[in-house]
């Protein structure tokens, strides 16, 4: 077990790269099975998440192995079309392989995935899509057996855009004879992503970023070389972080226009933030300002993976600011823990008030789950004094190395044995 030192108020100074995206790369993993061929996954990030993903591609009879930051995959030998028990209760996002494996092995077998930290994880809008397109999908008994005779294109409507449904859908679509078109996809730049990764498999599919996603199936899908989108979510943490302890920090390889409504909420609170081709820079001198009310959204609204680091970033700031979280039922769990360093926040409901205050104070903090794990981090930057922070494997599911990052940019942090 590990867990970070963290000295605060000190100036953030440096710069660091951007990992590739864990929420591409984990709908990228699994449309390699669709393949059937050897892929190249360039700028894919070390994270627990994608060790858990290869751990099932290997369990179905794949080979993976790293090469750097390039994960090959070779998916020639699949045989299998289980996932264990144990796999899906490490990463409830396993789901993911469903459609994938329908569409290449015409069955699949895993465990329901259960909720997680968040809250309930339902997958409904995923199984009312797949048995749509000609899967016969038995339910009972916590299990998910699914079948088909052959997946056939045709019009799917989803009732809210869920991200992960909308990949699901595209990655089965390929496998289903005619066209296909989604409604009401999500517009995430993941599945624009998945889109381009799956176009240079040789497959045909438009859209991805808008509300319809159109696949032509039904074509034979071959391996490529693809480079992973940088990773919007870790870009956002860090910018946090320099808006929480101040400085002048760049993100190399990070893409604005994945950022748009985080960038402006900084920029509104103080910040100064340029970006160019090669990244994003952030300056921010002076005490935050509160900023309008933050509602996070499905893309391109706000994103609720930015909500608890933003959240961390104006716990100091001059005046109120009020947090509306529309996507998760539970996503206030760090709350506490910043409590912990002396925040001043109420929670109702869905909302929580956040009164600025002068000072935070270092203290002992656990991360309660990813990016409330995260928050923690760029809380602790702008407190008073040492912070330490434990249950480090929240973040290890999606942050590549934070401790190694937030150094780069001049933070006094380390990972030690506890
Ligand atoms: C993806 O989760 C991301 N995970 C999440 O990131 C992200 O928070 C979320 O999208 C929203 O942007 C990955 O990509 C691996 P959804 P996903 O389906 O696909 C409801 C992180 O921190 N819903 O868009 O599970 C659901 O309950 C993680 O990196 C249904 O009701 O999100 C939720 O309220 C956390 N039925 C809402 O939709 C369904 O069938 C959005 O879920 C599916 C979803």
Redesign the pocket.
Known sequence: MSRLLVYGRKQLRGETPIQGA??SV?PILAATILTGDTVALQHCPHLRDVDISVQILRALGCDAHWEMDTLVVDTAGLKGWKISDILMREMR?SAIFLGAMIARCHQAELSYPGGCE?G???????LAGLRALGTDIDDSGGTLHCQTCGLLGRELVLS?P????TENLMLAACGAEGCTTITNA?R?P?IVDLQDFLNACGAEVRGAGSSTVTIIGGKRLHGCTYTVMPDR?VAATYLCAAAAATGEIFLRNAKEEHLTTVTALLREAGCEIKNDTAGIACCCHRRLQAVGPIRTAAYPGF???AQAVLMAALLRCQGTNVFEEN??SNRYRHVDELVRMGADIRVSGRVAVVHGVEQLQGACVCCTD??GGAALCVAALAAEGKSCIDQLRHLDR?YEDICRDLSALGADIKRVAS
């Not at 309930?120 to 995923?126: A, G, N, T, V």
């Not at 869920?162 to 449904?165: K, L, N």
């Open positions: 864990k929420n984990l996002s968040l309930p994880r339902p997958i409904d809008l995923h809210l869920s991200v992960g449904a999500a995430e993941e979510i994103p609720t993976d996507i998760f990813l990016r999606g």
